[in-house]
């Protein structure tokens, strides 16, 4: 399948620092091995899926252009995820949670563009193209699951980290990589799975940021929808599993509804779930997102949300009241019966109103940090935002004016003005002094000698979230992974494999082989014994051809497989249900 590359405009309109985990789908790359793991599991899934999938499943793959025969061409995708308000890129594996939700903010589909190995072919830790591409895609031309979607990568990547989340996210990516891999020492998987038990058993309170993971993990990978009797699957994990979304549908897995304590239930990526939570309808999503994003500091900032920005050690950002926002890594906050009364940025900071600088307040300016009162003014029931023009010369708070500001929490400002900065409701959100000192109690905050003073203006924190409030502001193309994917081995018996595998793809296709049926089974009989579905693929053309004594060979043959390797008998046997109609003519 040759794709042009046809670019989408939610593509061309995302930030550098998401543009910088894409990475291009070589589509030459997949090997005929590839195709046919692919062409399995779809026409597998489909089957089964057509019976226990969420309506919107089988829907979707037609409007999203997904075939049952070949791997998804990104750019074929694209051009028809456009007409649903969406779009897909390819990245390497697993990205940073926060980058993974921000793209589903822009409505734009994450796909982990390599396809899991033939031995893995039920079920894999690592993100594939089938779990994506046949996964989360189809569900996403439902529209009321695609905005619940969107809304979720929107609150989510404002959800804040702790340290450990980080190391998380590395240590369960290069598990996942090394289990993917062909031909890891056993050794290297163990360490890597006894270093993330360690950190997940020693994770301390969840993070925002875990928390929101855990309600992706059991509605979008995981998620069951209708009754907790009779539920269908919609979660991409699941779709995209033969194994598990068998095993998902039996009373071995305990299913639960779906409310806001799924986000206190953790998961394990490289073991089937022992439960699932069942929403009644996607309406209900929206409803569980809402009620958790209602307890998020991006909604109720406070002296809490100060310190969890605190705890994280990373960019993030404060709104005071007045719509005025603080960027930066937070690194203390003075408070005064439970309240926040100064707040302290270490290092280049930016100050920006609606998710815009402000003009001359970005990190170079600001570029040693940042320090603020918070509050009212001591004795004074009108806050300063609050105060009108006559009632700022009342009290001083005026161009050319030498004052003294008294805030609760003991917090003193006195220097002279130089200027005021004001949003778009008149409201005065930042003021400039010279010649300042900044003082709580006997300790200096800020000295005249450091240069010119600005203070925000703001009785209270109302926001605090991950990140920065203007992408602009501060480079963020700083990714680099610890890990790479490891791509397949390539030797010479592979390779005659795989060619085995192309002339029977060309059959099938109608285009010129360069070696017949009986070739290719004598072939793939003598030298590759072990290998159980291309004899599958050509039992498939046999039947179709009616040729019943090559036929009842390679039948023959598979049975000698399954008693070898009895691990894929089942696989063997789901094949040849689907060829002889799900009558098994092999026992």
Not at 152 to 165: H, L, M, N, P, V
Not at 408 to 422: D, K, L, M, Y
Not at 562 to 579: M, S
Request: with cysteine; glycine share 8%; aromatic share 8%.
């Amino acid at each position: 399948m040759n794709a042009n590359i046809e670019s989408n405009p939610l593509i061309d309109r995302l930030p550098g620092h998401l543009k910088q985990f894409i990475k291009p789908q070589d589509y030459e790359d997949y090997t005929p091995i590839n195709q046919a793991v692919w062409r399995y599991v779809m026409r597998k899934n489909v089957d089964y899926l057509s019976r226990v999938a969420h309506s919107s499943y089988l829907e979707g793959l037609k409007k999203t252009g997904i075939e049952v025969d070949s791997i998804p061409s990104m750019y074929g995708m694209n051009r028809i995820l456009k007409e649903i308000g969406w779009a897909a890129v390819a990245v390497d594996g697993f990205i940073p949670p926060n980058a993974f939700m921000e793209f589903q903010a822009y409505n734009v589909l994450v796909i982990a563009s390599d396809i899991r190995q033939l031995e893995h072919i039920e079920y894999t830790p690592a993100p594939d193209i089938i779990h994506e591409g046949a996964g989360h895609a189809p569900i996403i031309a439902n529209p009321e699951y695609a905005e619940y979607l969107r809304r979720f990568g929107e609150i989510g990547c404002k959800a804040i980290s702790s340290a450990r989340d980080y190391e998380m996210y590395e240590a369960i990516r290069l598990l996942s990589i090394l289990k993917e891999a062909e031909g890891t020492p056993q050794e290297e998987i163990e360490a890597a799975e006894k270093r993330v038990d360690e950190l997940q058993n020693d994770m301390g309170e969840l993070s925002e940021m875990a928390l929101i993971r855990n309600l992706h993990w059991w509605t979008v990978e995981y998620g069951l929808i209708g009754t907790v009797d009779n539920p269908k699957i919609y979660g991409a994990g699941l779709l995209s599993s033969i194994g598990e979304s068998t095993w998902c549908m039996t009373d071995n897995v305990k299913k639960l509804p779906y409310d806001i304590n799924a986000a206190y239930q953790s998961f394990d990526i490289t073991k089937p779930q022992p439960q699932l939570f069942v929403t009644p309808d996607f309406a209900h999503l929206s409803l569980v997102l809402e009620e958790f994003a209602n307890k998020m500091a991006l909604r109720t900032g406070g002296l809490s949300g100060i310190k969890k920005l605190i705890a994280s050690n990373a960019l993030g950002t404060i709104e005071f009241s007045t719509g005025l926002q603080v960027s930066g890594v937070f690194t203390n906050v003075i408070e005064e019966e439970g309240k926040p009364v100064y707040i302290q940025v270490t290092g280049p900071t930016a100050l920006a109103y609606r998710e815009k600088e402000l003009v001359g307040h970005g990190t170079a300016y600001h570029a040693e940090g940042f320090g603020s009162p918070v509050g009212k003014l001591k004795g004074i029931n009108l806050a300063i935002e609050d105060m009108s023009p006559r009632d700022l010369k009342a009290y001083a708070i005026y161009e050319g004016e030498r004052v003294t500001l008294e805030f609760e929490g003991n917090i003193t400002v006195s220097g002279e003005i130089i200027t005021g900065t004001r949003n778009l409701q008149g409201k005065i959100i930042l003021i400039s002094f010279k010649d300042c000192t900044v003082t709580h109690n006997d300790t200096v905050l800020f000295s005249p000698e450091w240069g010119i003073y600005d203070m925000a203006v703001g009785k209270k924190v109302i926001s605090a979230f991950s990140g920065p409030a203007d992408v602009n502001s501060f480079d963020l193309i700083t990714h680099v992974p610890s890990s790479k994917t490891i791509k397949a081995k390539k030797s010479a018996q592979r390779q005659e494999l795989e060619n085995l595998y192309q002339n029977i793809r060309n059959i099938r296709e109608g285009k010129e082989a360069s070696m017949s049926l009986e070739d290719v089974f004598a072939q793939l009989t003598e030298n590759h014994p072990k290998d159980w579905l291309l004899s599958v693929e050509i039992a498939e053309l046999l039947h179709k051809e009616k040729e019943e004594s090559m036929l009842q060979q390679v039948l023959a043959h598979l049975d000698r497989v399954k008693a070898q390797r009895p691990e894929v008998a089942h696989l063997i046997d789901g094949g040849l249900e689907l060829i002889f109609e799900k009558e098994k003519s092999v026992s």
